[in-house]
């Protein structure tokens, strides 16, 4: 399985992004999906994470209010919506695929990971 996690940029304060995790090799519609982050010097940071059916969401405390996760089964992608972007929001972002159908805060119960894509908000 390989992920592509896509969307990234350079963006003010204030400014909105949309993330993209699209899955090849396999189909991931029966696993949560998760989105983590790891700011420069600091450990990684659970984002949110989504489980198989889409019906559920938890977010970190961080985003909350701010970022929506959502997931497009018919094209395995899992997107991850950032609004009121911070300068604290900078971090290289990972899409990950959990080992079961709920999504976690926990990283290690994720099996595959993406590659990341930066996101960059200058104030």
């Known amino acids: 399985v390989q992920l592509q996690a896509s969307g990234g940029g350079l963006v003010q304060d204030g400014d909105s992004l949309r993330l993209s995790c699209t899955a090849s090799?396999?189909?991931?519609?029966?696993?949560?999906v998760g989105w983590f982050r790891r700011a420069p010097g600091k450990e990684r940071e659970f984002v949110a994470t989504?489980?198989?059916?889409?019906?559920?969401?938890y977010y970190g405390e961080a985003v909350k209010g701010r970022f929506t996760i959502s997931r497009d089964i018919l094209k395995n992608t899992v997107y991850l919506q950032m609004n009121s972007l911070k300068a604290e929001d900078t971090a290289v972002y990972y899409c990950?695929?959990?080992?079961?159908?709920?999504?976690?805060?926990?990283?290690?119960?994720?099996?595959?990971w993406g590659q990341g894509t930066q996101v960059t908000v200058s104030s």
């Open positions: 989504i489980n198989w059916k889409g019906g559920s969401t």
């Open positions: 090799g396999r189909t991931f519609s029966n696993n949560g």
């Open positions: 990950a695929v959990s080992r079961s159908a709920s999504g976690s805060s926990q990283a290690g119960l994720y099996r595959y």
